[in-house]
């Protein structure tokens, strides 16, 4: 079973400053399936980034997804004061199919 | 526009049984995948379960497995998911989720509580 591994647990910035938030994979995973979310307090979870790269519909530009393999990474260019959220990646499997979710990185106001 | 509404969360004691639903609106439900995710209080996402358009495969979280029970009645746009010999450590807001790959619209969530 694929193991993701947040980092860092809590980011402190300002808002303004760029957010670099990493995923690692323990094995190979599939950019394909590979997935952002954000969630704010009391509400569900929000799609931001799919196939690693993807922005979902309705996402700001200044969210992007890069990565391959076993290291991920969501960027948030210049933090607006509605994107201090927790961070979740999220990978399927195939074999057998199940989703894999990350431990989350909570992006706090410095 | 798209909504997915979860109903049917409560309180119940440990070994007992709860049978979440989920309505969808605004899209063609018969040909999405469904997920069930959970989040115990102040926790992470834990996946549940998952079950393919058509109801043809599901897959559960070994967490879960033989105990929950996802299916779908693609004809009335609603998603299920029946839990039998709850346990304190299934406290959690349970969400719905349309897609496969990655969970694209989500629902609200409700809240199940297992407790004496």
């Known amino acids: 079973e694929i193991v993701l591994t947040q980092s860092p647990g809590t980011l402190s910035l300002s808002p303004g400053e760029r957010a670099t938030l990493s995923c690692r994979a323990s094995?190979?995973?599939?950019?394909?399936?590979l997935a952002w979310y954000q969630q704010k307090p009391g509400q569900a979870p929000r799609l931001l980034i799919y196939?690693?790269?993807s922005r979902a519909t309705g996402i700001p530009d200044r969210f992007s997804g890069s990565g391959s393999g076993t290291d991920f990474t969501l960027t948030i260019s210049r933090l607006e004061p509605e994107d201090f959220a927790v961070y979740y990646c999220?990978?399927?499997?195939?074999?057998?199919?199940?989703?894999?979710f990350g431990g989350g990185t909570k992006v706090e106001i410095k | 526009q798209v909504q997915l509404v979860e109903s049917g969360g409560g309180v119940v004691q440990p070994g007992g049984s709860l049978r979440l639903s989920c309505a969808a609106s605004?899209?063609?439900?018969?040909?999405?995948?469904m997920h069930w995710v959970r989040q115990a209080p102040g926790k992470g996402l834990e996946w549940v379960a998952f079950i393919r358009y058509d109801g043809s495969n599901k897959y559960y979280a070994d967490s879960v497995k033989g105990r929950f029970t996802i299916s779908r009645d693609n004809s009335k746009n609603t998603l299920y998911l029946q839990m039998n010999s709850l346990r304190a450590e299934d406290t959690a807001v349970y969400y719905c989720?349309?897609?496969?790959?990655?969970?694209?619209?989500w629902g609200k969530g409700t809240t199940v509580t297992v407790s004496s």
């Open positions: 196939g690693a790269s």
């Open positions: 999220q990978q399927y499997g195939s074999s057998p199919p199940r989703l894999t």
């Open positions: 094995q190979s995973v599939s950019s394909s399936y």
């Open positions: 605004g899209f063609t439900f018969s040909s999405y995948g």
């Open positions: 989720a349309e897609g496969t790959y990655y969970m694209d619209v």
